[in-house]
């Protein structure tokens, strides 16, 4: 079956690192930690996929500018503490080898840090597997689609031949920004009814369900 898309770009949290509770709870946990308003679960784990910065601008409205950087810190600490506890969604070395073997380009267009990202790309062995990334701190964070407009560029791919899979609304929103499609995962961090708006081509409630749909439709 030729290729539909020539480049597949993922979000790293929550789509293929099973991170969204430990990324709330540390968003919470540093709250606690600097004596600030906790934000819900729910709250905490809507921000999953921006930036740092927007992330804590939208967990902790009420915070004052001054502290952004002081809740950073004590998130850092909280999610480093336990990041190794956390793990790949079973099946995604098998789906991710799968494209890799069709020849697809694959990318990483996450809202973490360069430095967090590089951590959990050597965490899991998988820095070979991926042509190129890219992070909130070196463009613009989502849902602005320059993150996935600079990995087309770098890989000379055109948006009709690119896809973006996601598990929030930020990254289906950040592809029909950069005119891509794409495809939402359910087992993430936002509710998954949230995505019809954004008519993704596919919406897999497993890892598995992904891997069939790409060997079918990619």
């Known amino acids: 079956m030729p290729r539909r898309y020539d480049l597949i770009a993922f979000d790293w949290d929550g789509t293929l690192f099973d991170s969204t509770a430990l990324i709330a709870r540390s968003i919470q946990d540093a709250c606690r930690d600097i004596g600030v308003a906790v934000p819900s679960f729910e709250r905490a784990a809507y921000v999953i996929g921006l930036g740092l910065r927007d992330a804590l601008m939208h967990a902790v409205p009420d915070l004052p500018v001054e502290r952004y950087a002081e809740l950073g810190q004590a998130y850092r600490r909280r999610y480093l503490a336990s990041q190794d506890e956390v793990v790949l969604f079973d099946g995604t070395l098998p789906m991710l080898m799968a494209l890799k073997s069709r020849n697809h380009l694959l990318a990483v267009a996450t809202g973490k840090s360069r430095r967090g990202l590089d951590e959990v790309l050597k965490l899991t062995s998988l820095r070979e597997v991926f042509d190129a990334t890219r992070t909130a701190d070196e ?65 897999a409630h497993s890892t598995a369900q992904l891997h069939d749909w790409l060997a079918d439709h990619a």
């Open 139 to 203: 463009t613009a964070s989502k849902p602005h689609p320059q993150m996935l407009r600079e990995l087309m560029a770098e890989l000379g791919a055109c948006p009709e031949r690119t896809l973006m899979i996601g598990d929030t609304t930020h990254d289906l929103q950040m592809a029909a920004n950069a005119g891509v499609r794409c495809v939402g995962v359910a087992f993430g961090a936002h509710d998954h009814e949230s995505f019809a708006a954004f008519d993704p081509a596919f919406v």
